[in-house]
């Protein structure tokens, strides 16, 4: 039986080293994308026509491109996966499997009053935004009242998950 050059051992060793290094290489940078996009944020909410008391996963963190702390606009990488969360009527978000807060889902056009958080859909402008109650330009001092303590309420809740937006790179802060 012959045995095997060296040159032609060193060739597969170094082949292999190569490949071995080029695999560790590509992994990580897998695994440092995935952590890159990884979020501990869930959403969750039940359909308005179910009698399920299960809740349902509607979309996690990763969801949100960027929230602008100033404004409180909310920008989605998929509008697709926002337009079907019009389904649901109020969505709790949680941390893990801390909840923190439910807000309401609303849109330029409803007629109704909420005094707590929303997600509203401006059809002026085609964004979404985070604001403390529905109609925005509420000027009556009983739903201004209930609306500022709503919101003192889930304060510690909010600046938590502002501060987890924030480990995940997608808060922005500048006026527009």
Request: with cysteine; net charge negative; glycine share 4%.
């Amino acid at each position: 039986m012959d045995e095997i050059p060296d040159n032609m051992k060193r060739s597969i060793f170094y082949g292999s080293l190569s490949l071995l290094t080029a695999f560790i290489f590509f992994s990580c940078d897998l695994l440092y994308e995935l952590q890159a996009d990884s979020t501990k944020i869930n959403f969750k909410s039940q359909p308005r026509t179910t009698l399920d008391q299960g809740d349902t996963l509607l979309f996690t963190g990763r969801l949100i491109q960027s929230y602008n702390d100033s404004t409180g606009e909310v920008i989605f990488t998929d509008s697709l996966a926002v337009k079907n969360m019009h389904r649901y009527h109020t969505v709790t978000c949680f941390i893990d499997s801390d909840s923190l807060f439910t807000f309401t889902l609303t849109t330029s056009t409803m007629s109704s009053i909420v005094d707590d958080l929303v997600l509203d859909y401006d059809f002026h402008d085609h964004k979404y935004y985070f604001r403390d109650g529905y109609p925005g330009h509420i000027q009556n001092p009983e739903d201004v009242n209930k609306r500022n303590e709503n919101k003192l309420k889930r304060a510690n809740a909010w600046n938590r998950f502002v501060k987890q937006l924030r480990t995940e790179g997608r808060v922005n802060t500048l006026k527009r």
